[in-house]
T-cell receptor, first 111, second 115 residues
Framework: GQNIDQPTEMTATEGAIVQINCTYQ??????LFWYQQHAGEAPTFLSY????GLEEKGRFSSFLSRSKGYSYLLLKELQMKDSASYLC????????????FGAGTRLFVKA | EAQVTQNPRYLITVTGKKLTVTCSQN?????MSWYRQDPGLGLRQIYY???????DKGDVPEGYKVSRKEKRNFPLILESPSPNQTSLYFC??????????????FGPGTRLTVT
């Protein structure tokens, strides 16, 4: 079956760095996404990886290892507004293109 | 303004009463999708559409129907809603899956309660 695992909750301090891990077991891998979702709002796109390695975008970076079925999202210089859920999602090519989401990691940033 | 809109935003209904949740995007996107979000389960894909008249099942299609007669609209139909369809529903779109324009834009969500 298709499965994505990520921690349920994490807590970090303002100004620090936090790494949110995601492991997946899927067939037909066609890309990995990270989305941010604030409480009561819609998800918004953060990053996309389809090849192995690190993608950097400002304070956010995302890493992918396809052979290990592993990704992480790195958030630097944490701010209070980064308190949100972070969703790992894998797109799979099954003839069409389905997207499978993990249950999300709720990040709490404390002062 | 580029956006995905959904209506209604909130709906309380009774078991068995047919309903439609509309979704529209103004970005000329080819790919559209419906998700439901439940606590502890995350987002689960219900149906998706690669283009006009092309739809396919996601992971939880039972009890739902969709159609894609025009590029901008992708309505979700519940023919006979049941309480287990109480959930938060999101519509999303992306330009294409065959190009690098891969990010999905989400609508604001529809909170549905079936009693």
């Amino acid at each position: 079956g298709q499965n994505i695992d990520q921690p349920t909750e994490m807590t970090a301090t303002e100004g620090a760095i936090v790494q949110i891990n995601c492991t997946y077991q899927t067939s037909g891998f066609n890309g990995l996404f990270w989305y941010q979702q604030h409480a009561g709002e819609a998800p918004t796109f953060l990053s996309y990886n389809v090849l192995d390695g690190l993608e950097e975008k400002g304070r956010f970076s995302s890493f992918l290892s396809r052979s290990k079925g592993y990704s992480y999202l790195l958030l630097k210089e944490l701010q209070m507004k980064d308190s949100a859920s972070y969703l790992c999602a894998v797109r799979v090519n099954t003839g069409g293109f389905k997207t499978i989401f993990g249950a999300g990691t709720r990040l709490f940033v404390k002062a | 303004e580029a956006q995905v809109t959904q209506n209604p935003r909130y709906l309380i209904t009774v078991t068995g009463k047919k309903l439609t949740v509309t979704c529209s995007q103004n970005m000329n996107h080819e790919y559209m999708s419906w998700y439901r979000q439940d606590p502890g389960l995350g987002l689960r894909q219900i149906y998706y559409s690669m283009n006009v008249e092309v739809t396919d099942k996601g992971d939880v299609p039972e009890g739902y129907k969709v159609s894609r007669k025009e590029k901008r609209n992708f309505p979700l139909i519940l023919e006979s809603p049941s309480p287990n369809q109480t959930s938060l529903y999101f519509c999303a779109s992306s330009l294409s899956v065959s190009t690098m324009a891969y990010e999905q834009y989400f609508g604001p969500g529809t909170r549905l309660t079936v009693t």
